[in-house]
């Protein structure tokens, strides 16, 4: 079955350190977007990337960096300059014929 | 700019009760419009969506919602409350222009508690 993969589910950072978060998906589909939510926020986007080797800045992108390096894959870098990274991730695609988006299951990320 | 409003971010009904979810947006042309439900520390699902056709839609798990473009609105409704409806749910809008990027905006999200 086509989807999006996001890993790792679980991820514990320490202060100080960058993290980086896998999105990969089989859906062929061009765009991609990271999205962070907390709690009573919704859904905010960070970064969106509409074709290989191109990417744009969201509502939230300080703190973050992203790479669009194959079609499939679209990782999500949480540096050290995030003051407040813990959060559920979010990675999405989008089939433009339909505007059907599909979404990853997620990665918690939290800061110990 | 777009933006997307729920009123209550939280709804408590009885088992078999009428659910009422309310959304209101706010977009510079006719956008797309979408409810998503999640469970905890899951993904989003798709329950509908408004793209231009019929502006009464129904979704998976007998969920619908109306568009009234005079009211900037898309309330989600389901007739009957069941105890798998609890979970939270996202109202969402996107724009219609590819090189704008079809970004998703959503809402603040209401969670539904369902008593037995």
């Known amino acids: 079955d086509g989807g999006i993969t996001q890993s790792p589910k679980y991820l514990f950072r320490k202060e100080g350190q960058n993290v980086t978060l896998s999105c990969e998906q089989n859906?062929?589909?061009?765009?991609m977007y990271w999205y962070r939510q907390d709690p009573g926020q919704g859904l905010r986007l960070i970064y969106y990337?509409?074709?290989?080797?191109?990417?744009q800045k969201g509502d939230i992108a300080e703190g973050y960096s992203v790479s669009r390096e194959k079609k499939e894959s679209f990782p999500l870098t949480v540096t050290s300059a995030q003051k407040n990274p813990t959060a559920f991730y979010l990675c999405?695609?989008?089939?433009?014929?339909?505007?059907?988006?599909?979404f990853g299951s997620g990665t918690r990320l939290t800061v110990v | 700019a777009q933006s997307v409003t729920q009123l209550g971010s939280h709804v408590s009904v009885s088992e078999g009760a009428l659910v009422l979810l309310r959304c209101n947006y706010s977009?510079?042309?006719?956008?797309?419009l979408f409810w998503y439900v999640q469970y905890p520390n899951q993904g989003l699902q798709l329950l509908l969506k408004?793209?231009?056709?019929?502006?009464l839609v129904k979704g998976i798990n007998g969920f619908e919602a109306e568009f009234k473009k005079s009211e900037t609105s898309f309330h989600l409704t389901k007739p009957s409350a069941h105890m798998s409806d609890a979970a939270e749910y996202f109202c969402a809008v996107s724009g219609r222009i590819k090189a704008a990027g079809n970004k998703l905006t959503f809402g603040g999200g209401t969670r539904v508690l369902v008593k037995p």
């Open positions: 977009s510079s042309v006719p956008p797309y």
């Open positions: 859906l062929n589909h061009d765009a």
């Open positions: 408004y793209t231009s056709a019929a502006t």
């Open positions: 990337s509409q074709i290989v080797n191109d990417f």
């Open positions: 999405a695609t989008v089939d433009r014929t339909n505007y059907g988006y599909t």
